[in-house]
Structures are given as C-alpha cells and as structure tokens.
C-alpha cells in the first residue's frame, strides 16, 4: 500500500509542476486549438514541453499506482499535490507563503499518512456492469449542465464587455479537468479489475485507450482554463472534483469498500 501511495506522490507531483510549467508556458500563447499552427507555437515553447511531459511521466507513474491499490484511496493522496504545488512555488518561483499556507499543506500531509494508515489491500470484488453505463450517463448530464453554465458566463462577460475570466469560469474549467481526472483513474482501474477477474487481456488496453481519451479531453479543458485564469483555482478544483469522483466511482462502480477494522476505517476517513 505504501509503495502506492510514493508511487502517487510521485505522480501527483509531476502533474502539479508540470501545471505550473505549462502557465509559465502559455502566458505568451495563444488560446489552445487544433490549429496546426497554434500546436506548432505550443510544441517550440521550452517551459510548455517539459511541463506537458512532466504531466505525461505522472500519468504513467498514476496508472502504476492504480494497478496495485484501490482508487478510493489513490485519488485522494493525490490531492496532496496542491501541497507540492505551494512548497515548489515558494522555493523555485518565490512566492510568498503565509502561515494559512503552511497549515493547509501539514493537513494535506497528515491526511495522506491517514490514508495510507487506513487503506488496506481488497479482494477483486464483482463489477456490477449495469452500474457503469449509470455512471457514464450521470457524468455526461453534469458536464451538459456545466458547459451550459460556462456558456451563459461567457454571454454575460461579452455583453459587460469584460475581458478577465470571471471566477465562475475557472471553477468550471476546474471542476470538468477534475471530472475527467478522475474517470481516466477509474477507467484505468476497471482494465486491472477486469484482468483480475479472468476477462478477456484485450479489455486492459481498451480501458486504458479510454482513459487517455478522458485525461486528454481534461488536459484540453484545464489548459484553457490556465491560459486565462488562475492556476491556483482551476487547479484547487480540478483536485477536489478528481478526488470526489475517484472515490465515489470507485465505491459505486468497481465495489471498493471501506476498511473492516474500525481503526483503519476511522483513519481513512480522517485522511480524506
């Protein structure tokens, strides 16, 4: 379990830098496309790249995780990525940090020693395969009624002839970056679950083509929202709705459960 949970502060962290590599990144882009050209200005900027890949090498590190604990309890030790975030920030970009700041960064880190406390190796329990086309459906009405908000925020600021991205807006881009988060982690975890339970091999590589869909359409949302809000709100959301959707899918969808032992099951809930 321990080595799951370094596995995901590893990873976690990669995300979060490479978060911050890509805003440094984008401030003299142009707004993210499929525009041949617009991929071409993005793919020649230095701190662009090496924030993407940092992304990419903690998404690799994540499924690595992911294969070998439950998602109730990867998604939120990955929360404490903000963490890592503010510590990195206030020792390589010089931010100050105030005594707010360092508190909710020893929560973050005493929740993930919970978490890791608590969580306990599962049985592979049976997939009920009628909850997943639920789940699926539930997650594409909230992103109709997400975007349909984002919309109407964006008809307001034209009419107000604002320019700046209101806070609505971030937290949007934020929460639907989150979402799809989220269901990559648990759409990875479905492949391992799969293979566990004797389906077909064929089944892992088709989840885990799934969940690069999902984390590559979350990756398109979240840098939109980078480029013109700011990387402490898109990202602050981004984690919380990754982490509520980890762990509800998780419990919902692949039957993960809370631990037996009341000690363990107190200090999981704590951790979170």
Not at 40 to 53: C, D, E, P, T
Not at 149 to 156: E, S, T
Not at 178 to 201: D, R
């Amino acid at each position: 379990m321990w080595e799951s949970i370094c596995l995901t502060l590893a990873a976690t962290a990669g995300n979060n830098i490479g978060k911050v590599l890509q805003k440094k990144g984008t401030v003299i882009l142009p707004p993210l496309s499929f525009k041949l050209k617009v991929i071409r200005a993005y793919a020649v900027n230095k701190a662009w790249v090496i924030g993407f890949l940092m992304d990419i090498f903690g998404a690799l590190l994540m499924l690595r995780a992911l294969s070998q604990a439950p998602v109730s309890v990867i998604q939120p030790v990955s929360g404490c990525g903000l963490a890592i975030l503010s510590i990195f920030s206030h020792f390589y970009l010089k931010e100050v940090m105030n005594a707010v700041d360092w508190m909710g960064i020893t929560l973050a880190g005493i929740g993930t020693i919970g978490v890791g406390a608590g969580g306990e190796e599962q049985e592979p329990s049976s997939i009920s395969i009628f909850q997943l086309p639920w789940l699926a459906f539930v997650v594409s009405i909230l992103f109709v009624l997400l975007n349909g908000w984002l919309r109407i925020c964006k008809h307001q600021r034209r009419e107000q002839e604002m320019i700046e991205f209101e806070v609505v807006e971030e937290i949007i881009y934020g929460l639907e970056s989150g979402i799809l988060f989220g269901m990559a982690s648990v759409i990875s975890k479905l492949g391992f679950v799969f293979l566990e339970q004797g389906f077909p091999t064929m089944l892992v590589p088709v989840c885990i083509s799934i969940s690069i869909c999902c984390s590559g359409t979350g990756f398109y949302y979240q840098t939109r929202g980078l480029k013109h809000g700011r990387a402490i709100v898109v990202s602050t959301c981004a984690a919380v709705a990754s982490i509520v959707t980890g762990v509800v899918a998780g419990m919902l969808a692949l039957g993960e459960r809370l631990p037996s032992a009341p000690t363990a099951r107190f200090s999981l809930l704590l951790g979170w």
